[in-house]
C-alpha cells in the first residue's frame, strides 16, 4: 500500500495511537488561535444561557399578567421553581454534550493531523464552499467540507467530508457525503459512473440524473457495477479514456464509489465520511486513488479535435482516434489523436458540446413524493 504522494509510504500509525490530553488541548488551541477552528463550547454556553434566560423571562411575565394581584404573583412565582430547575438541568446537560463532543472532535482533528502530517499531506478541520467543480458542490446552501486531508505533490489529491443543506423549514433537509478529489493535468470530457450497487429502490442516489440518451454500455462485466454516461458524440472519446484495464481497476477499487471526471478532476463520491480515523477506511481509499494515478498519463494526452482551428477535427476525427487507442493500436495510445497534414495539434481542453451532461427531471421521484403528499392530504380530510 503506498500514498496518493507516491513519495512517503502508507501510515496508519497516528490514527489509532493514544494520544496525551495535554497535546489535544494545545492543538485545539492552536486552531482556535490561527482561526482555523471555532470554540463551540463557548458559543453553546452563550446560547443555553440565553435560552434559559429567554424562557424563564417569559414565564414570570406570562406569571405577572395572569395574576389577578401582586399577592397572588408572588405566590404563583414560587411554584415556578421546579419549571425553573428543570429548564437549568436542561441546559446543563446540553452543555455537557457539548462539551463530551468537542472534546472527542479535538481528538479526532489531533489525530487526523498527525495521520496528514506522517503520510506528507496537510490537514484542514474545514473549508467554506468548497471551489470543486462536481455535481454534488454546487447543491443547496451552507455548504462546508471538514476534516479535509489535502496532498499538493506530486499532484493534488484531496479526502475530506462535506455537507450542505436544501429546502427550508419543515422541508429542511441535511445532506451528506465523503468525497476524494484528484487534480488532472489536462480538461476531459464530462462523464459520470453511477455505482450501481450503491444504488436505492427508486434509481441512482446521486443530486443529479441525466439523460438515458448518453449512457454508454462498455464491454465485460462493467455495466454490472458501473452506468457511464459521457456527452452525446463522445462516445469513442470515453472508450479511449476506459481501457479494459482501466475499468478492471475501477471495477477492483472503486466499485462503491460514484465517479465523475469533470474538467480537470477526478471526483469519488459516498454517502459515508471518507476522512476518518478508521485505518481500514484510509487503506481502501488510498487503494483506490494508487489505481487510477498511474493511469492518468494516458488520459493527459488526449486531446479534443473539435478544438482544431481551421476546421477538419469535427465529431468523428477525435473519435476514431480515441477508439484505436482503446482497441490497443500502440500508435493511437501514444498519439491519441491525428491532425490532418497544415494543421496543429489541438490545444488541451473541451469542446463546449463536450463539457457537461445534460440532465433530466426526476419525474418518478417527483410524483411518487406528489402522490405521497395528496394521500396526507385526503386523510385529513373530515
Sequence with gaps: ???????????????????????????????????????????????????????????????????????????????????????????LAYLVSVLISQSRAATRRYRLDR????????????????????????????????????????????????????????????????????????????????????????????????????RLSLEGDFDRYF?????????????????PDVMARFIDNAAELDVEIVDDWLLMYTKRKVSTTDPATWEWLFGAVDAVLDKLGQWERWRDERLVVGGGGGRSGGGRAAYAGARGDRTAASRPVTSPPGLRRPPRGVAPEGRRLATRFPWLISGLVLAALALTWLLDLP
Design 1 to 91: 500500500m503506498s500514498d496518493p504522494t507516491a513519495s512517503t509510504p502508507f501510515d496508519p500509525g497516528a490514527l489509532t495511537e493514544r494520544v496525551k490530553r495535554a497535546d489535544v488541548r494545545a492543538f485545539a488551541r492552536e486552531l482556535r488561535a490561527s482561526g482555523r477552528a471555532e470554540n463551540a463550547v463557548v458559543s453553546s454556553i452563550v446560547a443555553v444561557v440565553l435560552v434559559v434566560v429567554f424562557s424563564a423571562g417569559m414565564m414570570v411575565i406570562g406569571t405577572l399578567s395572569d395574576a389577578r394581584s401582586l399577592a397572588s404573583g408572588l405566590s404563583a412565582l414560587s411554584e415556578l421553581g421546579p419549571f425553573v430547575m428543570v429548564l437549568l438541568a436542561g441546559g
Design 115 to 214: 495521520f496528514a502530517r506522517a503520510n506528507g499531506m496537510r490537514y484542514l478541520p474545514q473549508v467554506r464552499s468548497t471551489a470543486l467543480p462536481g455535481m454534488i458542490f454546487g447543491v443547496g446552501s451552507y455548504r462546508e467540507s471538514f476534516d479535509v486531508v489535502r496532498a499538493e505533490r506530486p499532484r493534488r489529491v484531496e479526502f475530506a467530508n462535506y455537507v450542505y443543506t436544501t429546502g427550508s423549514g419543515k422541508h429542511r433537509r441535511t445532506h451528506r457525503w465523503g468525497y476524494v478529489a484528484v487534480k488532472i493535468d489536462n480538461r476531459l470530457p464530462h462523464i459520470v459512473l453511477d455505482a450501481t450497487g450503491n444504488n436505492s429502490l427508486f434509481g441512482s442516489n446521486l443530486p443529479t440524473l441525466y439523460k438515458k440518451e448518453q
Design 227 to 243: 452506468a457511464l454516461y459521457c456527452p452525446e458524440g463522445y462516445e469513442r472519446d470515453a472508450l479511449y479514456l476506459f481501457t
